[in-house]
């Protein structure tokens, strides 16, 4: 960058500023940027040198207008001025590490690629590329340069997701256990009615009495295996209050069993009897699964959805791009537009082609901002614009339905929704990784 004539930083200032943690590539059009920018008030110099790429007094004054004008709309204290500045420093030092990193990595960007990127900047902006390169000029920024800054873009954004992506891991331990949590959680919801056939053991039995009462419980078991009706079973065998209905207890909350009872029959199918006996204080027990009043532990509610979706930078700002989707919002709702219309024009975001359609997804496939909106939408609701760490979203729920999943697919959405909850930490961590073997030179201002 050290490379570039001064009349040039301006661009990579606002290049720079597209490269926000966990944001995807946020780019708009350099022109719009030339003919909204007011002129700086401070004269231009050199604040940091990171490895090669250059921190300018220009990029941090407007880095620092915008974390103010951030806390303001989520009406947050605005830091003071050194805690301000320092705050935009830091960003831009951590945005100069990433377009390094990319740089050093090999990573390419094809041209065919770099050209969709271009022409989807110049639609945003309801221009024509000739048209997005005349604007250029008129600014007096080179067409070259633009294409140089966005290829950097595009290049750190896939260096940080395969780098932080390689960096997080999660156990077969931590699977089970939020498994286990999750399955904890339905407790209170899920109501099992459950029959058995309790042989009592009376308690401090010796072991000859133990004996007997567990070759009676395996009698029981035996007359189930070849066939007998579990009710008939019960009525003759059980030991207990409820054996003149065939032993069924009745339906109850999955808190209100005993966590035996509940862990036997947990994977049972309705219809199914525990394998083999049970033993608890009060004696041996055969169980046998009624029904479960709601979902079982496998079953899963997915959701067909479609978004557009909008990247804010330092051209387009979060307000601005909720206003726009906003009134994207009320075409469709007056019949005026359809999504999937708006989605391929607008839409910053892999699935604009297919009009914004995500496909089927199961919990946990997207962040909680987006998941919670999402589920919050009936069938053909369209939500008010979701902000999340990618951008901000307009969501419509096309359909739902309740899919039996497997082991290994509950699995693969545990591992998905734990991968989320460390991509913060890892980030960091890659962040302070390449902060320790990179050059950074701070400067003082010039006398």
Do not use: C
């Amino acid at each position: 960058m050290s490379a570039f004539p001064r009349p040039v930083f301006r661009v990579l200032a606002l290049a720079a500023a597209l490269a926000f943690p966990h944001a995807a590539v946020l780019a708009q059009t350099a022109a719009r940027a030339a003919a909204t920018a007011t002129p700086p008030k401070t004269a231009d110099y050199i604040v940091a040198v990171v490895n090669s790429e250059l921190v300018t007094e220009v990029e941090v004054q407007q880095r620092m207008s915008q974390i103010a004008a951030e806390a303001q709309r989520n009406q947050a204290p605005v830091p003071d001025a050194a805690a301000l500045r320092q705050q935009a420093v830091d960003a831009l030092v951590n945005e100069r590490l990433q377009i390094s990193a990319a740089r050093d990595s090999g990573l390419k960007v094809d041209d065919a690629e770099l050209d969709r990127a271009v022409e989807n900047i110049a639609s945003m902006n309801k221009l024509s590329v000739a048209q997005l390169r005349q604007r250029l000029r008129q600014d007096g920024l080179d067409y070259g340069t633009f294409r140089s800054n966005l290829r950097d873009q595009i290049l750190a954004q896939r260096i940080r997701e395969r780098e932080v992506q390689s960096r997080i891991k999660v156990s077969d331990g931590e699977i089970e256990d939020y498994l286990t949590a999750q399955r904890g959680n339905q407790a209170s919801r899920l109501e099992l009615n459950i029959a058995q056939v309790l042989v009592r053991v009376p308690e401090g039995a010796s072991d000859a009495v133990v004996a007997e009462k567990k070759a009676r419980i395996e009698q029981a078991q035996a007359r189930l295996k070849a066939g007998e009706p579990f009710a008939v079973v019960a009525k003759d065998m059980s030991e207990d209050s409820n054996r003149e209905r065939g032993g069924e207890i009745g339906g109850r909350a999955m808190d209100r069993l005993p966590d035996l009872f509940v862990n036997a029959v947990r994977f049972l199918p309705v219809g199914g009897v525990t394998p083999q006996p049970l033993r608890s204080g009060a004696g041996f027990h055969l169980l046998k699964l009624l029904s479960r009043a709601e979902s079982n532990p496998g079953e899963v509610t997915q959701t067909r959805a479609r978004h557009i979706l909008l990247r804010p930078s330092a051209q387009l700002s979060v307000e601005d791009a909720q206003r726009r989707l906003s009134d994207f919002r009320g075409q469709i709702l007056a019949g005026k537009a359809r999504f999937e219309d708006l989605a391929r024009e607008y839409s910053e975001d892999g699935s604009a082609a297919a009009g914004g359609d995500l496909g089927w997804t199961s919990p946990g496939s997207f962040v909680p901002e987006f998941e919670s909106a999402m589920n919050a939408l009936p069938k053909g609701g369209i939500s008010q614009p979701v902000v999340s760490r990618f951008g901000v979203h307009l969501i419509q729920v096309l359909d739902r339905r309740d899919v039996q999943v497997s082991p290994e697919q509950l699995r693969s959405q545990a591992r998905a929704v734990l991968s989320e909850r460390k991509y913060n930490d890892a980030y960091t961590a890659w962040l302070d990784e390449l902060r320790s073997h990179a050059f950074i030179e701070m400067r003082e201002p010039p006398l």
